[in-house]
């Protein structure tokens, strides 16, 4: 079992800065791959940006050069920090982990942090 808490949301005007933490904790040497997604009203949750355990990241293109993805082993964190924010980047955000299965590559599990919001007015 992995349990994530993300945390960081909040009210922001356009062009200013937010930064999201997820805490993971319990099995988190299982963990491969963690990342934050975002949902929006009326819109499918969307992956924002992943980071895996050689850190490679990846990032939507609507976030790229706006946003970056990091970790912390020792503490256990992943942040996302969030600049030049938009107000479309307005949604429910949610940390991910994920557990992938070394030998085949496929997703054996999925954690989910209760979400965070961020509302940015323009």
């Known amino acids: 079992q992995v349990q994530l808490v993300d945390s960081g949301g909040g009210l922001v005007q356009a062009g200013g800065s937010l930064r999201l933490s997820c805490e993971a904790s319990?099995?988190?040497?299982?963990?491969?791959?963690m990342g934050w997604y975002r949902q929006a009203p009326g819109k499918q949750r969307e992956l924002v940006a992943r980071?895996?355990?050689?850190?490679?990241?990846n990032y939507a293109d609507s976030v790229k050069g706006r946003f970056t993805i990091s970790r912390d082993n020792a503490k256990n964190t992943m942040d996302l920090q969030m600049n030049s924010l938009k107000p479309e980047d307005t949604a429910v955000y949610y940390c991910n982990a994920q557990i992938v299965n070394v030998r085949t590559q496929r997703v054996q599990a999925n954690y989910w942090g209760q979400g965070t919001q961020v509302t940015v007015s323009s």
């Open positions: 980071i895996t355990n050689d850190g490679t990241t």
């Open positions: 319990g099995s988190i040497f299982s963990i491969n791959v």
